[in-house]
């Protein structure tokens, strides 16, 4: 559900954590991500600071973190805390633009896999 009150209250969730631990959230994704050799492991954030943070924590773990951020032109950033900084966020390693549909969008990410992974072919 992508309604302002669903995404308010997401925001209100992880603001929450963030007060209580500050790297809960950082920590849980990289924890999530052990054990990942030779993938790719999706993490949406897009709060800059989360970005930054992240990148801070996998550096020091010794994860590769590549950060993209995807535009749709025609459709405007929801204007939330955490929606509306997206581009507060300078420089992202990939700028993608999704002006097509979603099979256009799948075959630009495997690309994009396969660019970083050449055996990543006889993963699918």
């Known amino acids: 559900d992508k309604s302002p009150e669903a ?5 209100s969730l992880k603001q929450d954590w963030l007060r209580r631990e500050p790297d809960g959230p950082h920590e849980y994704l990289l924890d999530a991500c052990r ?11 897009r709060e800059p600071e989360g970005i930054t943070r992240l990148l801070q924590l996998g550096k020091q773990r010794g994860v590769a973190i590549e950060t993209i951020h995807v535009m749709r032109p025609g459709y405007p950033i929801p204007d939330n805390p955490i929606d509306s900084g997206t581009l507060g966020f300078q420089p992202y390693d990939l700028y993608v633009e999704n002006n ?3 099979n256009e ?4 990410a495997q690309q994009y896999v396969l660019q970083r992974i050449p055996t990543a072919s006889r993963l699918r």
């Open 7 to 11: 995404r308010q209250a997401l925001i």
């Open 35 to 45: 054990g990942v050799k030779n993938g790719f492991v999706f993490l949406h954030v």
């Open 100 to 102: 097509a549909g979603l």
């Open 105 to 108: 969008l799948r075959t630009q």
